[in-house]
């Protein structure tokens, strides 16, 4: 079955970088576009960034645009957010979440990884 | 960016209520729209997919209908694992945008 395990997380102060890792597994993952999605405490989701299965198309939320990166390693089925500049507003559960196989939506979820930006 | 829409953001509701969440997009995103449901401390789980398909393994209780820009999420029969909070997503177009919510709570 599919599975995805995000890690990374952490706490970091503002201005600080992190990258976020996410183990995919039960799949090919060379076949498949990937995002992320974050979640502020308490409030809704939020698309993050997206890459396709080969890397060669990536699209980003503004609110992460020239901060954040998204990558892939398909010879490792690992995906990466590598978030550069963060900002208070950028804490939330960051999660991993694979396409579906007839569209861009969040077929699979991975169980998230808490990132907190704080001084 | 195209806009979403959720209403209500909070529903009562008891086992058996039929119950309908209404998602608006601010323009025409054809039939390119997913519900998901969550529960809390958990990650969203998929339920439809181009507004009415159902996801492998969700019950038949949940559907989905609409087209362009408005569409609904019923759930024919409430259950008890049914309370949780529902979103919208449309992938129309970038940037992907979700509904604000719809958190359906006990009566």
């Known amino acids: 079955q599919v599975q995805l395990v995000e890690s990374g997380g952490g706490v970091v102060q503002p201005g600080g970088s992190l990258r976020l890792s996410c183990a995919a597994s039960?799949?090919?993952?060379?076949?498949?576009?990937m995002h992320w999605v974050r979640q502020a405490p308490g409030k809704g989701l939020e698309w993050v960034a997206f890459?396709?299965?080969?890397?060669?198309?990536?699209y980003y939320a503004d609110s992460v645009k020239d901060r954040f990166t998204i990558s892939r390693d398909n010879s490792k089925n690992m995906l990466y957010l590598q978030m550069n500049s963060l900002r208070a507003e950028d804490t939330a559960v960051y999660y991993c979440?694979?396409?579906?196989?007839?569209?861009?939506?969040?077929?699979?979820w991975g169980q998230g990884t808490l990132v907190i930006v704080s001084s | 960016d195209i806009q979403m829409t959720q209403s209500p953001s909070t529903l009562s509701a008891s086992v058996g209520d039929r119950v309908t969440i209404t998602c608006r997009a601010s323009?025409?995103?054809?039939?390119?729209l997913a519900w998901y449901q969550q529960k809390a401390g958990k990650a969203p789980k998929l339920l439809i997919y181009?507004?009415?398909s159902l996801e492998s393994g969700v019950p038949s209780r949940f559907s989905g209908s609409g087209s362009g820009t408005e569409f609904i999420l019923t759930i024919s029969s409430l259950q008890p694992d049914d309370f949780a909070t529902y979103y919208c997503?449309?992938?129309?177009?970038?940037?992907?945008?979700f509904g604000g919510g719809t958190k359906v709570e006990i009566k």
């Open positions: 323009q025409s995103i054809s039939s390119w």
């Open positions: 890459i396709r299965y080969d890397g060669s198309n990536k």
């Open positions: 979440a694979k396409v579906g196989p007839s569209g861009e939506y969040f077929q699979h």
């Open positions: 039960g799949f090919t993952f060379s076949s498949y576009g």
């Open positions: 181009k507004a009415s």
């Open positions: 997503q449309q992938y129309n177009s970038y940037p992907l945008t």
